[in-house]
């Protein structure tokens, strides 16, 4: 079989699923979209403005079955992280975790694109400058 | 949500399998073992060839890789093909004869499929010409789509919610409609940017020296044009069957 | 090779014909009962012999355990499919069936196809007898909307009968092939086809081109478990309401009442056809018993029928892109289109008269042979593009299915995907290959499994390309490539509900136990006991009296007719038999009328020896 028991579980019940304030100056949202199926995405993140520690993390998803996987597991893995932290998550790492074919890698590109987005919107609110390098690359 | 919890998963797919790039060089015939040029028949005697193995579709109807297509024109091509093609017509031919009518006329059949379609014409256009392939650098969709594009999906979340809660549907349904007609309305829209695309990608083919920087930027143009079309379309398809139901 | 035929397996009767060479025309095959329906009924009698046609029907009322008819609406279907058929339908499925039904007759079982098999072999028979020649070859007509399974169980259901089967074509089809020729009809057809047990819609393009006309199907929907059998058990019932079940015990047994009921209700649907009303005569019981029924309650039993019908119908015009109004000719096909509702209803939809020129029973047969024409390369100046009916799939992530080959893809019709493996050192990728328009896999119909093998590589690195392909018959075959090796990798597709190949061997074997001997076998019987015959007369004329006046030389002849006529009947070649028969004939022609002129009768003039 080729995915593992974890992408089912997150499958099938996936954590953190839910919003948060937008408005909200502590939270910063990310809203991306794969056009190859035409799935969106939504990921918020409270974060602690003086340690930079994400507290909260929310998310959801219009897509597939990966997808919302790969959107449970990125909430799971950057609550307690700090913002430079879950910059550096892969999507690469998130196909490894959740043993994801070929086929499915664009759906965790859209997860990780989702990290990238929230905390560029917080940056913004909070008036800090957002590195290129930490743009969504896809 | 797209899918279903229950079933485990059991094919792993990557993707439709490369398109194929024709001017290939010619075949040696199976028959008459003299270098045929034609694409279904032997230049030299005439039999069925076998199917140059990456031969695209618009090589397979016998037409430049041109996007404005003539419906009749297309059909009467495919018509004629078939006649030739079909395995009715090599009912009584040799194993190896009917393999190959089955190979040509299926193929057939599928460029036909493809390409009758002004919409799938282009996107086979645009993963023959590189631009669609898995994996590869995509732009995302301004924010203001994707917001529409979510918030649609919310209230398709909540109208389904209210009709699984028994509540009054009626101002969820008109809102619907509304969003229904914006949608479909914006994909008019994109069609339209799509043909005018197709007509200037048909014209810098035709320019002396083929116009290469025109026709990159005309590709990413329509590649463009094509994601924008794909939330579009599922959103219309899904607030279609959300008012069915 | 033998002659090619066309044959209609309906539900309820089925047909052979062909096409006649001096007319070009197809022509149905009447049977040894004077009618071209046989109807598709096969029952077991207690020494194992196998009868089909119409002595099978009468004994639905005599020996209802051991008959079996509506046999269509098993085929390549799982036992749990057909769970709901079983209330109606008096099959006895077999407690063993596991992907293929077993069906019991008296204290033998057969799957489906066999049953089938048997009514092609009658089929074949009459054929045969018509042409005095072997029949190896048909055509074989399913409904449109018949998935791969059931398209797979038809195909087997010939080679069982020992033919070869050129071409399976839909249903709808066939009967536009025949109308075209008939009417010389352009344009666009919608084809409606309401028989027994199954309804299709075909919507078709003719087209004149410089090389003949091109029979282009748009698009085809339908249900095959719709038919006029659901308006005959709605008839039933009303009987057993009408009469009570007390009136109705007693009579008979219990499997034989039910018949007696159902052949009653039948008649009376038939004669509603023309009349107003009818009665219900059931056998066994008196005249004074029967129920009267109008054709208005009639309607109102046929009409959810009806109204089911469609639904498909809208779906073929949307799929097909056009509007009632565009279709230029409608055309009615099966026994049931005979049902005044059935035709008003499709009147009032498209706002046209539909097509009842031809036969509704033959004209699908008919269509058969024009294919079975075609093929053989008789006919030249016709084509048929046909399609699938459903979609083509595979499982993915989830139980979703990504669709492949879209429904109402002309066939042949093909699509290649490439597979790589999910971890490290996989060493199989399992397909699953479903036909159907759902979005899960669990809601259409599983058509096979399998696994592809793959060398052990890391995740992702191996490039497994299959392809799919749906042949003319509306069958699919499946092949696959290493991309990175160019080897073929050869796939073991386990059909989900279907016979494998060993066993359609074994039942062909068997079959012929069963059935009659081969045509070839049963002339050489026959030409051997005229040889036979013709030796002991030979034989005697030569012992009287008149012989003794023929020349040494005719006696001679004779003797060398006769050695060269024993020895043919030794052989297996019935030709040659009857050449030497032939020749032992007219080598005694001469003896014959001697043996006249000794006046034993002037009546036996110019007859030959055989003959006295
Ligand atoms: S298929 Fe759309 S995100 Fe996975
Ligand atoms: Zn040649």
């Known amino acids: 079989m080729a995915y593992s028991e974890k992408v089912v579980d997150h499958f099938n019940n996936p954590r953190n699923v839910g919003s948060m304030p937008k408005e909200d100056p502590n939270v910063g949202t990310g809203l991306v979209g794969a056009p190859e199926c035409g799935d969106v995405m939504k990921l918020q993140m409270k974060i602690n403005p003086e340690t930079q520690v994400i507290e909260e993390a929310k998310f959801k998803t219009f897509g597939c079955g990966s997808a919302i996987a790969s959107s449970s597991l990125a909430t799971e893995w950057v609550k307690g992280k700090t913002v430079e932290e879950a910059l550096a998550i892969k999507n690469t790492e998130i196909v490894k975790e959740l043993a994801l074919p070929p086929v499915k890698i664009h759906c965790s590109v859209l997860a990780e694109d989702a990290i990238k987005s929230a905390i560029n919107d917080w940056k913004k609110k909070k008036g800090i400058e957002v590195r290129p390098e930490d743009m969504p690359s896809h | ?245 | ?612």
């Open chain 2, 1 to 245: 949500m797209n899918e279903d919890t229950g079933a485990f998963p059991c094919a792993v797919k990557i993707q439709m399998a490369e398109p194929h790039i024709s001017n290939n060089p010619p075949l040696v015939c199976w028959s008459c073992h003299e270098r045929s040029l034609g694409t279904h028949f032997c230049s030299s005697c005439g039999k069925l060839v076998q199917l140059a193995p990456n031969i695209d579709y618009f090589a397979m109807l016998e037409m430049p890789r041109k996007l404005w297509v003539e419906a009749d024109a297309l059909e009467r091509k495919f018509l004629q093909l078939s006649w030739k093609l079909h395995p009715d017509k090599y009912a009584s031919a040799t194993e190896q004869e009917r393999e190959l009518s089955l190979r040509h006329s299926s193929e057939l059949n599928d460029a036909y499929r493809t390409l009758r379609d002004p919409i799938a014409r282009v996107e086979y256009l645009l993963s023959l010409e590189g631009m669609r392939k898995e994996g590869e650098t995509k732009q995302q969709a301004p924010a203001e789509l994707l917001e529409e594009v979510f918030e649609l999906n919310e209230s398709l979340d909540e109208l389904r919610e209210a009709r699984a809660a028994g509540g009054d549907l009626a101002g969820l349904k008109a809102r619907l409609q509304d969003a229904e007609k914006s949608f479909q309305g914006k994909l008019g829209a994109v069609d339209a940017a799509l043909q005018s695309g197709a007509r200037e990608w048909d014209a810098a083919l035709d320019a002396p020296g083929g116009a290469p920087d025109v026709r990159k930027k005309l590709l990413e143009r329509m590649n463009e044009l094509l994601n924008r079309r794909a939330y579009l379309r599922n959103l219309t398809l899904n607030v279609a069957k959300e008012l069915a139901a």
């Open chain 3, 1 to 612: 090779m033998g002659r090619i035929v066309g044959i209609d397996l309906g539900t309820t009767n089925s047909l052979v014909a062909y096409v006649d060479a001096a007319t070009g025309r197809p022509k149905c095959i009447p049977g040894p009962y004077g009618s071209a329906l046989c109807p598709s009924v096969v029952s077991l009698d207690a020494d194992g012999g196998v009868i089909v046609g119409e002595p099978a029907r009468r004994r639905l009322l005599t020996q209802p355990e051991r008959t079996i008819y509506s046999v269509k609406r098993l085929m390549g279907r799982g036992p749990a499919d057909v769970r709901d058929e079983l209330k109606l339908f008096p099959f006895r499925i077999d407690a063993a069936s596991q992907n293929v039904i077993r069906v019991r007759l008296g204290d033998k079982v057969f799957t489906p196809p066999e049953i089938s098999a048997f009514i092609l072999r009658e089929l074949r028979n009459w054929a045969e007898a018509h042409f005095g020649e072997t029949v190896d070859r048909a055509v074989i007509t399913v409904p449109a909307y018949f998935n791969d399974a059931q398209r797979q169980a038809t195909k087997d259901a010939g080679r069982i009968a020992g033919l070869e089967v050129l071409r399976l074509v839909n249903e709808p089809t066939a009967a536009a092939l025949a109308y075209g020729l008939h009417e010389q009809q352009r344009g666009k057809v919608a084809v409606y086809d309401l028989g027994g047990g199954t309804f299709d819609i075909s919507v078709l393009k003719l087209i004149s081109t410089t090389e003949g006309d091109i029979y282009q199907v748009l698009s085809t929907n339908g249900d095959t478990h719709l038919g006029g059998d659901d308006i005959d058990n709605e008839l039933i019932a009303r009987e057993w309401t009408k009469r009570g079940r007390a009136a109705l015990a007693g009579v008979l047994g219990d499997a034989e009442r039910s018949q007696a009921v159902r052949a009653a209700v039948i008649q009376a649907k038939h004669a509603l056809s023309v009349a107003q009303e009818a009665m219900v005569q059931v056998a066994g019981m008196g005249a004074e018993s029967s129920v009267r029924i109008t054709r208005a309650e009639l309607e109102e039993i046929a009409r959810p029928v009806v109204e089911r019908t469609m639904k498909p119908v809208r779906q073929a015009l949307a799929d097909a892109q056009l509007k009632p109004e565009e279709i230029e000719e409608v055309v009615l096909v099966g026994g049931t289109t005979r049902t005044p509702l059935v035709r008003e209803t499709v009147e009032k939809y498209f706002g046209r008269k539909p097509h009842i020129e031809l036969n509704p029973d033959e004209v699908v047969a008919l269509g058969a042979a024009l294919q079975a024409d075609i093929l053989s390369n008789g006919t030249q100046n016709m084509l048929l593009l046909d399609v699938a009916p459903l979609s083509l799939g595979i499982e993915t992530y989830g139980g979703a299915v990504a669709k492949i080959i879209p429904r109402n893809s002309t066939i042949p019709a093909s699509a290649q995907e490439l597979y790589t493996t999910g971890v490290d050192n996989q060493t199989g990728i399992e397909i699953h290959v479903v036909q159907g328009e759902r979005e899960l896999a669990r809601d259409c119909r599983s058509l096979a499994r399998f696994t592809l093998g793959v060398p052990p590589a890391p995740a992702g690195l191996p490039r497994i390309e299959v392809k799919f392909l749906i042949d003319a018959n509306g069958i699919l075959q499946v092949a696959a490539k290493d991309v990175r090796t160019g080897e073929e990798r050869s796939i073991e597709v386990q059909p989900s509900y279907g016979l494998d190949d060993a066993e359609v061997e074994r039942m062909l074997e068997e079959s012929i136990e069963y059935a009659e001997q081969d045509f070839a076998e049963r002339q050489l019987v026959e030409a051997r006991t005229e040889a036979e015959s013709i030796l002991t007369a030979t034989a005697k004329a030569l012992a009287t009296e008149a012989a003794a006046r023929i020349s040494g030389e005719e006696r001679a002849a004779i003797g060398a007719s006769v050695a060269a006529l024993k020895e043919s009947a030794a052989g297996t070649d019935y030709k040659l038999v009857r050449v030497r028969i032939d020749e032992l004939n007219q080598a005694t022609t001469h003896l014959a009328e001697v043996m006249m002129n000794s006046a034993i009768s002037s009546a036996l003039e110019g007859r030959n020896l055989a003959e006295v």
